[in-house]
């Protein structure tokens, strides 16, 4: 650490953190009784999506899956299936997965140490951190974005958190911080904290626990805080699909496990080069990925018999579909939009 911070006493911060969570703390449905299972579900829920969000989704899928002998019985296309809507499908895969090592290498215990979480699969140093600290009241700091951007304001500090060592340095500063006691605690106060008060953007510094200890606050930077150098890569992908058609059944096929969208669902990519005459329109849709700006062609082929439809479907494994079976399946967003919509003329404006 470049700064002699080490030799100051700054636990009274997470102090203040801890104590600001007693009265604060938002109240969530995995809050109630901080059971692991609970724990790891919504954080991994919660990765790529907001609360409001990701709360109705939380509620359904520990409904149907609410331990991890459930989830281990079910089949992927049903976990799958409860994911929907919530993008990121290798989360749903994954907790699958790991609810399988659960069972044969826990001997169905949920691992009780944050060196074990973090051998379940799709668990990382953020989850596996939030997970001991909450339930097993290990004192490891949970960080993430919400946590770099508070802590670097709260010590004015400049380092680059797009650098590969951020996550150490980062990890060092909190310690810092963070006291011996309720460790679960501070690390859900610094959760709080970084989504409802310490935003990206206009934080809410009145209401911040910790405004009298933030240097960023007090000598009036704020805005240069977080310091980011490096942006995230974003590469464009173009893709064509062909919605082939005879009355209201079309087909559909599993991705595999590679790339983009693993094991959803979706319509063929290619077609004899005689169909290309059969098209009877074609829909562009842009659609945003992290990493991807992507364009989706979509050419609509209507069949003028089921026979036609058959034979396709069994010379290139698809299977047959309508609505109703269709809905029983997982699709990447814009192709499952793209069905539900597509007598809409105006698809290509719709917000994928
Ligand atoms: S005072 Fe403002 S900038 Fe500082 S930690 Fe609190 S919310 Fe963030």
Redesign the pocket.
């Known amino acids: 650490m470049k700064t002699n911070k080490q030799n100051a006493d700054f636990l009274h911060i997470g102090k203040k953190l801890i104590k600001w969570y007693d009265t604060n703390a938002r109240e969530l449905p995995w809050r109630e009784n901080q059971h692991p299972y609970n724990i790891w579900i919504c954080e991994i829920l919660l990765q790529q999506t907001q609360v409001k969000q990701g709360l109705g989704h939380y509620l359904r899928f520990i409904e149907r899956f609410p331990n991890v002998e459930e989830l281990h019985k079910a089949s992927e296309d049903e976990v799958l299936l409860y994911w929907k809507g919530l993008g990121y499908y290798s989360r749903a895969i994954n907790l699958h997965k790991a609810a399988h090592q659960i069972i044969e290498e826990f001997e169905g215990k949920f691992p009780t140490h944050y060196q074990d979480i973090l051998k379940l699969k799709g668990v990382g140093k953020y989850t596996a951190a939030a997970v001991a600290s909450i339930c097993f009241d290990e004192k490891i700091p949970a960080i993430d974005g919400n946590f770099y951007?508070?802590l670097s304001?709260?010590f004015a500090d400049d380092f680059d958190m797009s650098s590969s060592k951020a996550f150490q340095y980062f990890t060092d500063l909190a310690l810092l911080i963070m006291p011996e006691d309720k460790p679960g605690d501070f690390n859900q106060a610094i959760m709080d904290?970084g989504s409802e008060?310490?935003?990206p953007k206009n934080?809410?510094?009145g209401?911040?626990?910790?405004?009298n200890d933030?240097i960023?606050?007090q000598t009036g930077r704020?805005s240069e805080?977080p310091v980011k150098t490096k942006k995230t890569k974003v590469t464009d992908l173009s893709l064509k699909y062909y919605f082939i058609k005879f009355q209201n059944q079309f087909l559909i096929k599993q991705r595999g496990n590679d790339f983009i969208w693993k094991k959803l669902y979706e319509f063929p990519m290619s077609v004899p080069e005689s169909w290309e005459e059969l098209i009877i329109n074609s829909k562009i849709i842009n659609h945003k990925l992290t990493h991807k700006n992507m364009t989706i062609e979509i050419n609509t082929i209507e069949l003028e018999s089921k026979k036609a439809l058959e034979r396709f479907a069994s010379e290139n494994d698809f299977i047959i579909v309508d609505e109703k079976l269709a809905d029983e399946k997982s699709f990447p967003k814009p192709l499952e939009t793209f069905y539900k919509k597509r007598d809409i003329a105006e698809i290509g404006k719709l917000p994928f």
């Open positions: 951007r508070a304001r709260i904290i008060i310490c935003k934080p809410l510094c209401e911040c626990p910790v405004n933030c960023a606050y704020i805080f």
